[in-house]
């Protein structure tokens, strides 16, 4: 875990605009007309709604941007609320409780190529990873998937400020094909940097592709894996002295809740990265969508919302 977490922002919903088919984007900014916390490519923030969720999104303009934050929001079908009031009830002038920018999906600056692969609403931060390439003059392609063209986010954008850098993919006008992930992948030149985000199909294919390779990062929006409340083990909570059962069907945030046990969260997904807890003793049964394969591997920190645990006890810093 790190420090002390820096305070969060009530900004102002300044715009909203219709992007594609249910996408909504959303600037934010200061009331005072104030600078923002800095971000950098691929960054994200937190909305803490009134309807007491708390739900991640990338931000879309560019890294430098200091007045405004500007998300993309798609209406998920099977909306728990999140989506669903933001399209439904967010109005211009209100004000959201915004948690300040977070970086789990970084761009490496220094590439001497980058092929960035998005699907969906994936384009959101790798929007975000091309305007800083351009920025920087630096040799980079998007490749932007989508079912149909109405539902292609920034589309005019993307074409006028990219060019013969963009490759559009429609599944409709490619008689219902979709995007050949591992084909774009082995054709990569071996020091290029690989980026992902999308659907769950096109990232599993992706990280099957880029297996053993290197040079590659993935931005889940869900777990990888359901959330796993298998329960059958102990936490030990290293700082107060206790020892909880963690009992079947539950997860260990569930179980310190009922214990009484205060802990940070927001998403209960393992995608926000909100309750994070520094494992001191144990090997975690990961299921968030938050670390990578190697901070999994070193069993440092666990998303508590989310994890099991693969052995009997679990000895968290709490």
Known sequence: MTGAAAPRLDL???ALT???DRIIGIE???PDGGALPEFSAGA???LRLPNRMTRSYSLINPPGERHRYVIAVQRDRASRGGSRWLH???RVGE???VEPPRNDFALIEEAPHSLLIAGGI????LWSHAQRLLALGR???LVYAVRSRRVAAFLEPLRARLGAVLTLHVDDEADGRQLDVAALVARAAPDTELYCCGPRGMLEAFEAATTGRGHAHVEWFTPRQPPGPIGGFTVELARSGRTLAVPSGCTILETLEVAGVRAPWACREGTCGTCETRVLAGAPDHRCAVLTAEERAANRTVMICCAGSTTERLVLDL
Request: hydrophobic share 45%.
């Open 88 to 90: 439904e009830a967010l």
């Open 139 to 141: 040799s980079f392609e």
């Open 28 to 30: 934010l900014r200061r």
């Open 122 to 125: 994936g384009i959101t931060p």
């Open 18 to 20: 219709w992007e594609a």
């Open 44 to 46: 994200h923030i937190d």
């Open 12 to 14: 102002r919903v300044q």
């Open 95 to 97: 004000r959201l409780l």
